[in-house]
């Protein structure tokens, strides 16, 4: 005879404890499946409790606690950081509030192209990372270059897997370009992939640029996704363009 989770013998067996969610009128099956997960995901429900604004945050928590980039007194750029989960990650481990006496004070800088809910600790502004200057004013807001730059962006679902995958890794390329423009020497770029065969140019890019390249699913990241998180730790700094010697008799034409 089972035993039910309260410790009691019932002659039924063990009961499902999912919760299922039944289909309502005008709701496609795919928005059915999609609340169904949401709702037995124990990701969704921790973070509930502990109060992150989403299950993401677990993503960055566990890269960290891998690779040790969000230490206290970084600066850190949030890169597409709606809903702010990440943020809120990074403001409790770089000390960006100060609340850890005798550590360095960090600061957590948030950029994204919708406004977003203000986050304690944090300096949220509404930006397109890809517009002229956009590196000039992160690197003024943040009083200076940042040590990491990181991103959970993806571009917009177009169905068709191969469109989403080049576009989210056109995305990671042009995030990783902003970072060689603000980070610091021995800086960290963080941002989300997806799985796909086109990421040789991205490896190619972010292995000139720092010591070391990593790819990481995390546990937060759910089994049936593609995605995939690059870790790049070690930035050489953005190479300094090499002058083209001049040619006698050509310099004063």
């Known amino acids: 005879m089972a035993k039910t989770p309260s410790g009691n013998t019932s002659g039924?067996?063990?009961r499902d404890l999912r919760v299922r969610v039944k289909t309502a009128k005008g709701r496609k099956l795919s928005s059915t499946l999609w609340l169904e997960r949401q709702l037995n995901d124990p990701y969704v429900q921790r973070a509930k409790k502990e109060g992150y604004r989403g299950r993401a945050a677990y993503k960055i928590l566990e890269l960290d606690d891998k690779f040790r980039f969000l230490v206290p007194g970084a600066r850190v750029v949030d890169l597409g950081c709606a809903p702010g989960g990440w943020c809120q990650v990074a403001v409790a481990r770089v000390n960006a509030l100060g609340e850890k006496s005798g550590k360095r004070v960090g600061r957590v800088l948030g950029i994204d192209l919708q406004a977003v809910d203000p986050i304690a600790g944090?300096?949220?502004?509404?930006?397109?990372?890809?517009?002229?200057?956009?590196?000039?004013?992160?690197?003024d807001w943040l009083g200076g270059p940042a040590d990491v730059v990181m991103s959970d962006m993806a571009a917009a679902s177009s169905g068709h897997k191969g469109t989403d995958h080049l576009r989210i890794i056109a995305l990671c390329e042009a995030a990783?370009?902003?970072?060689?423009?603000?980070?610091?020497e021995g800086g960290t770029f963080v941002a989300k992939v997806l799985a796909g065969g086109a990421e040789a140019e991205l490896q190619a890019i972010l292995k000139r640029n720092f010591a070391k390249v990593a790819n990481v699913k995390p546990p937060a990241s759910r089994a049936d996704s593609s995605e995939k998180f690059v870790v790049a730790t070690g930035f050489r700094g953005?190479?300094?363009?090499?002058?083209?010697?001049?040619?006698?008799?050509?310099?004063?034409?």
């Not at 397109?128 to 004013?137: I, N, W």
């Not at 990783?176 to 610091?184: G, H």
């Open 12 to 14: 039924r067996g063990t």
């Open 122 to 139: 944090a300096d949220i502004h509404q930006l397109d990372f890809l517009s002229e200057g956009a590196d000039r004013r992160v690197k």
């Open 176 to 184: 990783a370009e902003f970072a060689f423009d603000v980070l610091e």
């Open 238 to 253: 953005r190479p300094v363009p090499s002058e083209e010697p001049a040619i006698d008799g050509l310099d004063d034409a």
